[in-house]
Structures are given as structure tokens and as C-alpha cells.
């Protein structure tokens, strides 16, 4: 009778064990999802924030990029040194790919890319 009780005794606390892990990982479990729910607002506005500031410089951007501002600039006596090349100043060149030892015997597989190089300062005749 005392094996009975003893056996009996021994299961339960393995039971017990056991279940008292699994409600101990199941309340880690809440307590982390409650970590995030806590911490989910400030993420949005900070997430808010980061969109407004992006919308905020590309519109700062695109209004110093624009034809009526850089024409503003050109005038300004600090970028008075620049200007547009004229066609004679515009050097065009082509490119070349890289040249593997296999390309050497096959010259019909190289292609070339137009280069256009524009010097800002006048040409020397």
C-alpha cells in the first residue's frame, strides 16, 4: 500500500513538474507580448516621425533642385566661376568591357558604352 502511495505521490509531482513549466514558459511568453504592446506605440511614432522628416527633406530637396531656384544660384556672385560647356567643349568617348583572356579570340562579344566628359572651364586653342 505504501509502494501504491509513494508511486502515486511520485507521478503527481512529475505532473506537477511539468505543468508548473509549462505555465511558468506560457507567462514568460505573455510578458514578452506585453513588452512588445508596451513598447509598439513609441515605435509607431517614431516610425511617424521618420516618414514626416523623409516627406519634409524630399520636398526640401526637390525645391533646391528646382529649375527656378539653381537659376537663382547661377546669379549668385559665389557660382559665378560656372557654366553651361558649349557643344565644342563636350568630349564624347566609348568604354570598353573588360577584356577576359577568352574575349581576345572573340571580338564580336565586346560591346562599348558612350562616355560624355564635360569640361567646365574653357577649351585652350
Do not use: W
Amino acid at each position: 500500500m505504501v509502494k501504491k502511495q509513494r508511486k502515486f505521490l511520485l507521478k503527481m509531482g512529475i505532473c506537477l513538474g511539468v505543468v508548473s513549466v509549462v505555465l511558468y514558459q506560457h507567462i514568460e511568453e505573455q510578458n514578452q507580448i506585453t513588452a512588445l504592446k508596451i513598447a509598439l506605440p513609441s515605435a509607431v511614432k517614431e516610425l511617424r516621425l521618420l516618414k514626416e522628416k523623409a516627406t519634409r527633406l524630399r520636398y526640401e530637396i526637390e525645391q533646391f533642385e528646382s529649375p527656378e531656384h539653381l537659376l537663382i544660384l547661377a546669379n549668385k556672385n559665389e557660382y559665378s566661376h560656372l557654366k553651361y560647356p558649349l557643344a565644342k567643349e563636350v568630349i564624347a568617348m566609348n568604354e570598353s568591357s573588360p577584356v577576359l583572356e577568352e574575349d581576345l579570340t572573340a571580338p564580336s562579344r565586346r560591346f562599348s558604352l558612350p562616355i560624355t566628359i564635360a569640361s567646365h572651364a574653357p577649351m585652350q586653342e
